[in-house]
């Protein structure tokens, strides 16, 4: 079963931006893709885009279209999400998935990223 | 963009009732509905793929069913390992959208 290790937690200020990692234990961009969601806190999930290597798709939602910009190193088996402008409402556990022929599978163990003002 | 509703937003049952967890999506999704359950502290879990299929590993006594705009999830016999909150997703080619969510626990 393929493994994600994610980032450390990072403390932001407002406007900065900031950069997730997601690094995989084996070779998953040769057949899968990357998505993040984020969980503010006591909130629910709220999905945010992916990232399909192997065919160069990117899908972001709405929301973050104009902050957001998800990556890959295939040669590292690591993915990233950079999101900028930060507000204090970005504060959450931002996670990153596999996504194969179905649904979000391995899960990474999330990463808290805190903005303050 | 596709919109989820979930109900109802949490419940509590004793240890062997049966639950049952209904999503609704704003239009036709097909079988592109997805069921997880997240404890607190932890990532989501993936339980029903697919609107009914089981994912390899998860009991039995979950399932899901439905197509269209209704699906409902189901768990037989609660158990009190099933504490958590449950979360329906509409996912299709890296666009998706979570229902808010359902928190069930014990009466």
């Known amino acids: 079963q393929v493994q994600l290790v994610q980032s450390g937690a990072e403390v932001k200020k407002s406007g900065s931006s900031v950069s997730v990692s997601c690094k995989a234990s084996?070779?998953?961009?040769?057949?899968?893709?990357i998505i993040w969601v984020r969980q503010a806190p006591g909130q629910g999930l709220e999905w945010m885009g992916g990232?399909?290597?192997?065919?160069?798709?990117?899908e972001y939602a709405q929301k973050f279209q104009d902050r957001v910009k998800i990556t890959a190193d295939r040669s590292t088996s690591t993915a990233y999400m950079e999101l900028s402008s930060l507000r204090p409402d970005d504060t959450a556990v931002y996670y990153c998935?596999?996504?194969?022929?179905?649904?979000?599978?391995?899960w990474g163990q999330g990463t808290l990223v805190t903005v303050s003002s | 963009d596709i919109q989820m509703t979930q109900s109802p937003s949490s419940l509590s049952a004793s240890v062997g009732d049966r639950v049952t967890i209904t999503c609704q999506a704003s239009?036709?999704?097909?079988?592109?509905l997805n069921w997880y359950q997240q404890k607190p502290g932890e990532a989501p879990k993936l339980l029903i793929y697919?609107?009914?299929h089981l994912e390899t590993g998860v009991p039995s006594r979950f399932s899901g069913s439905g197509s269209g705009t209704d699906f409902t999830f189901t768990i037989s016999s609660l158990q009190p390992e099933d504490i958590a909150t449950y979360y329906c997703?509409?996912?299709?080619?890296?666009?998706?959208?979570f229902g808010p969510g359902t928190m069930v626990d014990l009466k």
């Open positions: 998935a596999r996504v194969g022929s179905i649904a979000p599978d391995n």
């Open positions: 084996g070779d998953i961009f040769r057949n899968s893709g």
């Open positions: 990232f399909i290597p192997m065919f160069g798709t990117r």
């Open positions: 239009q036709d999704i097909r079988t592109y």
């Open positions: 697919d609107a009914f």
């Open positions: 997703l509409q996912y299709n080619h890296l666009v998706g959208t």
